[in-house]
């Protein structure tokens, strides 16, 4: 994959970031923007606008961070564990879906009904688990567990600030577009790959010719 397709990818997870900051923004912040609305305020609507679409391209660069640090543990863990690490990948996934619901609930000291804590580790599983049968299914059955991995583990990873914040505000503006960059990278980058190496094989062919 040459240098223009990784610029590319980076400039359109920051617009999908953007956009997915400012989609939930409306949904977060519904009473600040029916505040700013009626009466019409322009100067607080925009900046909250902008606050949220900023929000959104910061978590796309949380996400693209983490999608590369993926791609290097990949290959450092197929380096070490060699056959293993697809059961090491399974084991992280269940100790990092456990950590949803155990620690958080630990940190409400009881406050919070421990099903929602189960139910959000069971959201994002399953929606992880429908992108990596997507990916297996588009590329091959072996990228299945890796994908589930990135999906589950490095996203929880990356979500881990918004975790922390008092109230689910910041939480929920986090992991959506973390969500969207996330999946978008992984779909996209073997339809890349596939490309550079048409190109590359075009390109061959062109000066064999020649």
């Not at 409306?26 to 902008?50: A, H, R």
Request: proline share 3%; glycine share 8%.
């Amino acid at each position: 994959m040459n240098s223009r397709k990784v610029v590319g990818l980076f400039f359109k997870t920051l617009v999908i970031g953007g956009l997915t900051g400012l989609i939930t923004s409306f949904f977060v912040f519904s009473k600040e923007y029916q505040n700013f609305l009626s009466p019409l305020d322009i100067m607080e609507l925009v900046g909250l606008i902008i606050f949220s679409i900023g929000l959104g391209l910061v978590f796309s660069v949380v996400s693209q961070t983490g999608f590369f640090a993926y791609l290097f543990v990949n290959r450092l863990g197929l380096g070490l564990f060699r056959t293993f690490w697809p059961t090491v990948q399974v084991l992280l996934i269940a100790f990092v879906v456990f950590d949803l619901v155990y620690f958080p609930y630990q940190a409400t000291k009881g406050d919070v009904n421990i099903l929602w804590y189960i139910a959000m580790a069971l959201v994002l599983l399953g929606y992880g688990w429908v992108i990596a049968w997507i990916k297996a299914k588009e590329t091959n059955k072996r990228a299945f567990i890796p994908a589930l991995f990135f999906m589950v583990v490095i996203t929880t990873v990356e979500w881990v600030p918004g975790l922390r914040t008092e109230g689910t505000d910041y939480a929920w503006l986090m992991i959506i577009p973390l969500l969207a960059c996330n999946t978008y990278q992984l779909l996209i980058l073997h339809r890349l790959q596939q490309d550079s190496s048409k190109n590359e094989n075009s390109t061959a062919n062109n000066t064999v010719k020649a």
